[in-house]
């Protein structure tokens, strides 16, 4: 599986044997089609970039119980069925991740930002930035289904 390079011209913490932190990523869509994003929190590495929400797995745990976990965590919010979408692995300067994103298409619960973190529904192209190197590749996976051709997902 191909490595997308995160600031490709920083140095990587923990050299060229660190391991992969393994990470649930939800993508919750609206019945319009819009998609939540999620800024990450004051304090956090990449502080303010917009994201999807979601976590890193526990010992013991599948991608499904991170994410329910997470999002209840994080956001206040009791999901529904988990659709596995896909995997995307992202080598950050502080840390080589796997990025399990999920479809969400229901839940309970009103929004929460537990950790102090903004959040905005968007659609394509994205109205909020900067937008975190792992979520790219998300956008561009939802401009190819909803029939973009040649249109850029991030505002100028």
Not at 54 to 63: D, F, P, Q, R, S
Not at 79 to 96: G, K, S, T
Request: aromatic letters at 10%; proline letters at 7%.
């Amino acid at each position: 599986m191909p490595v997308l390079m995160a600031d490709a011209d920083r140095p990587r913490e923990g050299g060229p044997d660190r391991k992969t932190v393994d990470v649930a990523v939800g993508v919750l869509i609206r019945a319009d089609g819009q998609f939540l994003l999620t800024s990450r929190p004051a304090g956090k590495v990449y502080e303010g970039y917009w994201e999807f929400p979601g976590g890193k797995l526990e010992a013991g745990e599948t991608v499904e119980q991170a994410l329910r976990r997470e999002l209840l965590e994080e956001i206040g919010i009791t999901i529904a069925a988990v659709q596995p979408w896909r995997v995307e692995r992202v080598d950050y300067p502080h840390a080589l991740v796997s990025l399990n994103f999920c479809k969400v298409f229901e839940w309970t619960g009103e929004l929460q930002m537990h950790e102090g973190q903004a959040f905005a529904w968007q659609s394509l192209p994205v109205a909020v930035k900067p937008v975190l190197p792992g979520t790219l590749p998300v956008l561009d996976w939802f401009a190819l289904e909803r029939g973009f051709k040649g249109v850029t997902c991030l505002q100028d």
